[in-house]
């Protein structure tokens, strides 16, 4: 019995030690370079308010400019062909508020993928959430992460996409990133050379 309530006490004392981790909003020096395995080199370039903007480049693509809000949530400021959800994105779910990262935040909003809601749109569910602390290893090294999801899914229908991102406070950058959606896709991309100035 006591090995028992011993054995209860301990898995409450790694939740609580887990849960308490928090990570504030910071951007990453001007000019750091995450490289990725399959992937984007991105390189960070300044912080405007809320918003650390960066560039992604893919071989043989131009240069993305995106805003950066928090791990899971950013989207292309010029040359992105992506959805028009994506344009109201940071007014309808103001994902800045995921910060201070904390286990178990979670923000939860509603958007329409067009200029506005008609009967050739249909609407959209976001749910960023912070779902747990953990060391992760990736080409780059060994991190103390947050875990953090981005579900978006089509209501009334069976599409939904899932983002998710392990994001290291103590280099300030997404180390690790996997894609998944309702149509069987899904990539894994993790940092292999992270460079800070």
């Not at 409450?12 to 080199?41: D, M, N, R, W, Y």
């Not at 292309?76 to 994902?95: D, Q, R, V």
Request: proline fraction near 6%; charged fraction near 20%; hydrophobic fraction near 40%.
């Amino acid at each position: 019995m006591r090995v028992l309530l011993f054995g209860f006490a301990s898995i409450a004392l790694a939740v609580h030690t887990a849960s308490s981790q928090t990570a504030e909003f910071k951007c990453p020096s001007p000019g750091t370079t995450v490289e990725f395995t399959g992937g984007p080199i991105v390189i960070w370039l300044y912080q405007d308010g809320k918003i650390c903007k960066r560039s992604a480049k893919r071989v043989g693509l131009p240069a993305i400019i995106q805003n950066w809000y928090a791990p899971a949530a950013m989207i292309g400021t010029e040359g992105n062909p992506g959805p028009n959800c994506y344009s109201t994105f940071a007014e309808e779910t103001k994902p800045w508020r995921l910060w201070p990262l904390v286990v178990g935040k979670q923000i939860v909003s509603h958007l329409y993928c067009g200029q506005k809601p008609d009967a050739d749109t249909r609407p959209q569910e976001s749910t960023l959430s912070v779902d747990s602390h953990e060391t992760v290893s990736t080409k780059a090294g060994t991190f103390e992460v947050f875990v953090v999801t981005h579900l978006r899914r089509d209501v009334g229908s069976y599409w939904w996409s899932l983002k998710t991102d392990w994001y290291a406070p103590a280099v300030g950058v997404v180390v690790k990133t996997t894609d998944s959606d309702s149509d069987a896709s899904y990539s894994s991309i993790e940092a292999f050379a992270i460079r800070q100035r």
